[in-house]
């Protein structure tokens, strides 16, 4: 029995002003490039990945294991075409080598030059090339599904978690149910549906409500077997396409009607509360003002508009420069994406005294904003060559690589600065640095939600601060034009 495992995953932010080629998908591979073979399979060992819940499963059914392709991509704008086939084709000449099952570990909001369903399209190159062999799916939980998706997998499991904290096992709960099918004992069939609404990543985590009793209802449905699999979606909405929205998948046994029944049930709670999934906005000076007057520290301010897992640039500086106005002292903020000022600083070396125009490199012409670098002064006092291995619980194990990172001292403010984009999901990005986060009065990183998988256990206080980029939370920002319309809550409903 020969299974063939491969990870391709990237989340496009069609608002982005970063194409993303093959050179990106290398999210823990330690190269500029994403691993094959061997390497691949070497380096998915021991992580919280879904890649590694299927090797689990794979393990125990004692299969020969094919994993020609490992590429993450952090998440930026629109996947080019070169980059797409190639991945693709490796997959598919994997698969036309001959196996028994494939086992995919996608994101499911990709988007290319040439594809606004990219996982559609891949979906449906591989199961052209052995049109009999089944495939089952990981996705994440900003899934955007279409039809020709679904119709290209034979069974498929979630995230549930918003940080996404059970990768692995999200890889495992989908191959469970695939090896059950190659054995007999399940024949899976996948119902699902869409509501249309463009909810807000702030509202979506399944650890709150009006997540928390959707998400509950479908992982007891799983659990108590009334289902083989469930899960609710909350959508990845800075994408410009026309497959948004919450969405809910069910595998069931058989054609059996509690799916539809179950699908129905998910979307209908989700569209019920669709006026709790819309984040009211506070401008960006009144949430740090606010975050002065609190006095558990540390605060950690949390700049959603500009996060590496939302696609941003991270080089916008609106936030830091507020913090630098406001007066507040003893922080660090970063990472902040400037491999020219890292340059420069470890030119200079550790000691010396530096002014720098920082960040503010990156035009945002989706949303008319233009780069603003912003002046700073002080002392380098670190420079990291990026690596560290993930300890927190998101990511566990994998190889985090900022590449070269600098910190400046500018007596108030530690400002840590790298040269590659990095979501801070893991504290292990400043103590790499030697800076403990948790003596800080304030901690400023670039994120919305998944920082709260390394910082929510010992901040004392989060402040969510709504700084300018193309991650923002103010929709009426966005100039969508291929969004099916209506949708909640642009339009009237
Ligand atoms: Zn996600």
Redesign the pocket.
């Known amino acids: 029995m020969k299974w063939v495992l491969a990870t391709v995953r990237h989340?496009t932010n069609t608002f982005s002003p970063l194409p993303t080629e093959l050179c990106d998908f290398s999210r823990g591979t330690g190269i500029d490039a994403p691993l094959y073979g061997d390497a691949a399979r070497a380096a998915i060992e021991g992580t919280n990945t879904p890649i590694n819940g299927f090797l689990d499963v794979a393990k125990k059914a004692k299969a020969e294991i094919v994993v020609p392709i490992y590429g993450n991509a952090a998440?930026s704008g629109k996947v080019t075409d070169a980059a797409f086939d190639h991945m693709t084709e490796v997959i598919c000449n994997a698969v036309g080598e001959g196996c028994d099952a494939v086992f995919l570990d996608l994101?499911g909001?990709m988007v290319s030059d040439s594809h606004d369903d990219a996982e559609g399209e891949l979906l449906a190159r591989v199961r052209a090339v052995q049109p009999d062999v089944p495939i089952a799916v990981a996705l994440?939980?900003?899934?955007n599904p279409s039809d020709r998706m679904l119709d290209n997998m034979t069974t498929v499991a979630v995230?549930r978690t918003?940080p996404?904290i059970d990768m692995r096992e999200t890889g495992t709960r989908a191959g469970q149910v695939m090896w059950r099918a190659l054995k007999g004992e399940i024949n899976p069939v996948i119902h699902w549906g869409r509501k249309p609404m463009l909810t807000h990543m702030l509202k979506q985590t399944p650890s709150m409500q009006p997540m928390k009793d959707i998400m509950d209802r479908a992982i007891q449905a799983e659990a108590d077997g009334e289902v083989a699999l469930a899960s609710v979606l909350?959508g990845?909405p800075l994408a410009d396409i026309p497959h948004v929205g919450v969405s809910a998948f069910v595998v069931t046994d058989g054609n059996d009607p509690a799916g539809p029944a179950l699908v129905d049930e998910l979307l209908g709670m989700a569209w019920d509360r669709r006026a709790d999934f819309v984040y009211e906005i506070e401008p960006m000076a009144a949430s740090i003002a606010h975050a002065k007057t609190l006095t558990e520290k540390p605060v950690v301010l949390a700049d959603h508009g500009d996060n590496t897992?939302a696609g941003g640039n991270v080089d916008v500086m609106a936030a830091l420069e507020e913090v630098m106005r406001q007066g507040l002292t003893n922080v660090v903020a970063g990472t902040f994406w400037d491999p020219i000022t890292v340059a420069q600083m470890i030119d200079a070396g550790i000691g010396a005294e530096v002014t720098l125009q920082l960040g503010g490199r990156t035009d945002m012409p989706a949303l008319n904003l233009k780069g603003k670098p912003l002046e700073v002064s002080g002392r380098v006092s670190a420079i990291t060559d990026g690596v560290f291995t993930i300890t927190g619980p998101m990511n566990t194990g994998s190889r985090a690589d900022l590449g070269r990172t600098a910190v400046l001292d500018t007596g108030d403010i530690e400002i840590f600065v790298s040269e590659k984009r990095f979501e801070p999901i893991d504290a292990g990005m400043f103590a790499h640095a030697g800076i403990d986060p948790t003596q800080k009065d304030f901690v400023l990183v670039k994120s919305r939600q998944?920082f709260r998988a390394g910082f929510e256990d010992w901040a004392a206080h989060i402040v969510m601060v709504a700084g300018p980029g193309v991650c923002s939370s103010d929709y009426s920002l966005f100039p969508f034009k291929n969004l099916a319309r209506p949708i909640y809550p642009l339009d009237e409903m």
């Open positions: 989340e998440p994101h909001a994440d939980f900003h899934t995230y918003y996404h909350g990845f897992g998944h």
